[in-house]
């Protein structure tokens, strides 16, 4: 079965949270072809540095932040909109500066209004307003994270790292590196109202990254960058609250390392998915430069399953196909991208690998490009 995948590569220079310059070798936007574990680039569009995308496919819209310190002669990074036809071709429709410095996430709303942009640099949150085609109307809203936590140098201030919509509320979770915390905004209308008794802190040194949430919502799963660490919570509706309208929203039930005992290398954590029956878990580890993949139990708790190598350097960012059989993996420092098959029980065997100039973001097309 022929599927598409969006892909996004650095294609400059950036400074990084830890202190790296990387010099990306990218060429912006491709979709690719993907058949039978084997990967084709089909398409490609010169974007500067598109880190990371989404898409509405009900619209042909691809939006794409360009992660960097200024964009268009101002402080700030960018979005990029793209639209996009039924042979893959690609056209740029806008660009704008977000306000916030290297924005490195960009999440579509459930109902498709808004765009909500996490920026990395200086801990902030940036909404744009959509149309009812899927173009860009306006920037709507910035907000300014504030707050550090305890490690030295990734941790002096702010870092939102993605924004994530609970299923079934009008909630969404902006994960922050430098708080250690989990922070809650409520929106009506694309408008975002901060709601701090909704908040989830971790622990100190955490650096919390992203998380998904289980089908039915009950259960959300948090990787930490700088612990290494995937947090399971278990999910409270909001009925369940307190008189003063407090609440424990969300209960830690369990968490696991994502590295071997015995490792003692430098590592960070990148990215976490669940497969599309829910059955299993897999993150990512920058360093260790491995996936690894937990089998999820009846009550959420995640078991152990197996670690295998990522096929290169730096697995920045990874995908899992819609039919669950095969996982698409970014390694950024290699300049590669490593396809595993995954089998009923959780294996993964490594099946393809084709180079590629940074790759930093894939996101497959659910419904295919026609």
């Given at each position: 079965?022929?599927?598409?995948?969006?892909?996004?590569?650095?294609?400059?220079?950036?400074?990084?949270?830890?202190?790296?310059?990387?010099?990306?070798?990218?060429?912006?936007?491709?979709?690719?072809?993907?058949?039978?574990?084997?990967?084709?680039?089909?398409?490609?569009?010169?974007?500067?540095?598109?880190?990371?995308?989404?898409?509405?496919?009900?619209?042909?819209?691809?939006?794409?932040?360009?992660?960097?310190?200024?964009?268009?002669?101002?402080?700030?990074?960018?979005?990029?909109?793209?639209?996009?036809?039924?042979?893959?071709?690609?056209?740029?429709?806008?660009?704008?500066?977000?306000?916030?410095?290297?924005?490195?996430?960009?999440?579509?709303?459930?109902?498709?209004?808004?765009?909500?942009?996490?920026?990395?640099?200086?801990?902030?949150?940036?909404?744009?307003?959509?149309?009812?085609?899927?173009?860009?109307?306006?920037?709507?809203?910035?907000?300014?994270?504030?707050?550090?936590?305890?490690?030295?140098?990734?941790?002096?201030?702010?870092?939102?790292?993605?924004?994530?919509?609970?299923?079934?509320?009008?909630?969404?979770?902006?994960?922050?590196?430098?708080?250690?915390?989990?922070?809650?905004?409520?929106?009506?209308?694309?408008?975002?109202?901060?709601?701090?008794?909704?908040?989830?802190?971790?622990?100190?040194?955490?650096?919390?990254?992203?998380?998904?949430?289980?089908r039915d919502g009950k259960h959300?799963?948090?990787?930490?960058?700088?612990?290494?660490?995937?947090?399971?919570?278990?999910?409270?509706?909001?009925?369940?609250?307190n008189a003063d309208n407090s609440?424990?929203?969300?209960?830690?039930?369990?968490?696991?390392?994502?590295?071997?005992?015995?490792?003692?290398?430098?590592?960070?954590?990148?990215?976490?998915?669940?497969?599309?029956?829910?059955?299993?878990?897999?993150?990512?580890?920058?360093?260790?430069?491995?996936?690894?993949?937990?089998?999820?139990?009846?009550?959420?708790?995640?078991?152990?399953?197996?670690?295998?190598?990522?096929?290169?350097?730096?697995?920045?960012?990874?995908?899992?196909?819609?039919?669950?059989?095969?996982?698409?993996?970014?390694?950024?420092?290699?300049?590669?991208?490593?396809?595993?098959?995954?089998?009923?029980?959780?294996?993964?065997?490594?099946?393809?690998?084709?180079?590629?100039?940074?790759?930093?973001?894939?996101?497959?097309?659910?419904?295919?490009?026609?």
């Amino acid at each position: 079965m022929k599927q598409y995948f969006v892909l996004g590569s650095y294609t400059e220079p950036i400074l990084f949270g830890t202190g790296e310059v990387f010099h990306g070798t990218g060429k912006g936007i491709s979709i690719c072809t993907f058949e039978d574990g084997k990967i084709e680039v089909n398409k490609e569009l010169p974007v500067r540095n598109p880190s990371f995308l989404c898409i509405s496919e009900a619209k042909k819209k691809i939006y794409a932040v360009n992660e960097m310190k200024e964009y268009q002669n101002l402080p700030g990074g960018g979005l990029t909109e793209i639209s996009y036809d039924a042979e893959g071709n690609m056209q740029i429709e806008g660009s704008w500066n977000v306000n916030g410095t290297d924005p490195c996430y960009v999440a579509l709303s459930p109902d498709e209004t808004f765009l909500s942009i996490a920026n990395f640099a200086n801990g902030s949150v940036t909404v744009f307003s959509l149309n009812e085609d899927g173009s860009v109307k306006e920037k709507s809203q910035y907000i300014g994270h504030h707050g550090s936590s305890v490690h030295p140098v990734r941790q002096k201030g702010p870092h939102a790292h993605s924004s994530i919509f609970a299923p079934g509320e009008d909630l969404m979770y902006v994960p922050d590196l430098g708080m250690d915390r989990v922070v809650a905004y409520r929106y009506e209308k694309g408008k975002l109202q901060y709601t701090p008794q909704e908040d989830v802190a971790v622990p100190a040194g955490s650096g919390p990254r992203y998380g998904e949430f289980s089908r039915d919502g009950k259960h959300f799963y948090l990787i930490n960058e700088i612990s290494s660490q995937v947090m399971h919570f278990q999910v409270h509706p909001k009925e369940q609250g307190n008189a003063d309208n407090s609440y424990d929203r969300m209960m830690v039930k369990d968490q696991v390392s994502t590295l071997p005992e015995d490792y003692k290398g430098d590592n960070i954590c990148s990215d976490l998915h669940l497969t599309p029956n829910g059955r299993y878990l897999l993150a990512s580890n920058r360093g260790h430069d491995s996936l690894v993949c937990y089998e999820i139990g009846q009550n959420g708790e995640l078991a152990f399953k197996e670690r295998i190598s990522s096929g290169g350097k730096t697995p920045r960012n990874f995908a899992i196909d819609p039919t669950g059989e095969y996982i698409v993996v970014g390694n950024q420092d290699s300049d590669n991208i490593t396809v595993f098959h995954m089998d009923e029980s959780g294996h993964m065997t490594q099946i393809s690998q084709i180079n590629t100039g940074s790759p930093v973001c894939i996101r497959f097309l659910k419904t295919g490009i026609k």
